[in-house]
């Protein structure tokens, strides 16, 4: 999926944010800015996804400001908020009629824990909102015939903290009678999950987690790493997380059955779909993207 050009308001004023927080000299904080869009400028935007856009960004951000995590206390801050939640989370899906349709609608409200497109938020409210909300684009009888027989899953994540309700899905899916890869981010971008966030919140407690090899706030499968190209050749259906991974995972052709999981946040993109901005989604990749 394409960037827009309003995609470049939304991208700078994250950016602005950032350096807001990150560096207090006024100064600086403009020669940065500066840097920022001369090379957004020189960019041909609807060539490019969002996601591939931030990484360029993200890049000149890193490099200008010294360090590579711009959000590492954001991240453990909403692994540390989510894990709080987590038990009252388990118990709507314990007590849930319909525990596969629980879990996926959990697993999606975690998608709002997203310092990189939202300021706020509040965890507990999210999620005993979002687990009573119908979905907007609803697949889920396609996915429920395809988890019908044992299938070999690779699950693609997306947020830190957001990662916490993952594990609610993932336990199930493992109890369920499949086999589950997790994959997180290989380099910071964002608040996405990195290896080290699958440790603290214990989802390496329950599942293999390998690395993706992108450094992009999405999955750009031509960075994979070789465990992850070995994970999505071997696997019969593929679970993708969030509106990054469904922006450039749209781009591509699979021979196995993937499944997006998301919110999507974004006016320009929910406009398209014709639905509200964040609304639960549950899109089958052939019934939205074949033609």
């Keep these: 999926m394409k960037a827009f050009l309003e995609c470049i308001p939304c991208i700078t004023s994250q950016i602005i944010r950032i ?11 403009q020669i940065i800015l500066s840097k920022i869009l001369t090379h957004l400028s020189g960019e041909d935007i609807t060539a490019h996804s969002a996601p591939s856009l931030t990484q360029g960004v993200h890049q000149i951000l890193k490099e200008s400001l010294g360090f590579r995590d711009l959000y590492i206390e954001d991240k453990a801050f909403c692994n540390r908020e989510a894990m709080l939640h987590f038990d009252a989370a388990t118990l709507l899906f314990e007590q849930s009629s319909d525990k596969l349709e629980t879990a996926i609608k959990l697993a999606i409200a975690g998608n709002l824990i997203d310092y990189g497109a939202l300021s706020h938020f509040d965890v507990a409210h999210v999620i ?3 687990v009573h909300r119908p979905f907007s684009i609803n697949h889920v009888k396609s996915f429920r015939k395809a988890l019908s027989k044992p299938q070999n899953i690779l699950y693609i994540c997306d947020n830190a903290g957001e990662i916490v309700f993952d594990k609610i899905l993932v336990h199930h899916l493992i109890t369920d009678g499949h086999q589950v890869t997790v994959a997180v981010k290989s380099a910071p971008i964002l608040n996405d999950a990195l290896y080290v966030d699958a440790v603290k919140v214990g989802m390496t407690d329950i599942v293999t987690v ?3 090899g992108s450094s992009t706030a999405g999955t750009l499968l031509s960075q994979s790493t070789p465990a992850f190209a070995q994970a999505l050749n071997q696997a019969s259906l593929i679970i993708s997380k969030g509106q990054g991974n469904f922006e450039t995972l749209s781009e ?3 021979d196995q059955p993937l499944y997006y999981l998301l919110l999507s946040k974004c006016p320009h993109i929910s406009k398209g779909l014709n639905i509200e901005t964040f609304s639960l989604m549950l899109v089958e990749h052939e019934a939205m993207f074949s033609n």
């Design 19 to 29: 350096l807001n927080k990150q560096e207090p000299d006024k100064g600086k904080r």
């Design 210 to 212: 390998i690395p993706s």
């Design 252 to 254: 591509e052709h699979f």
């Design 128 to 130: 005993d909102d979002y």
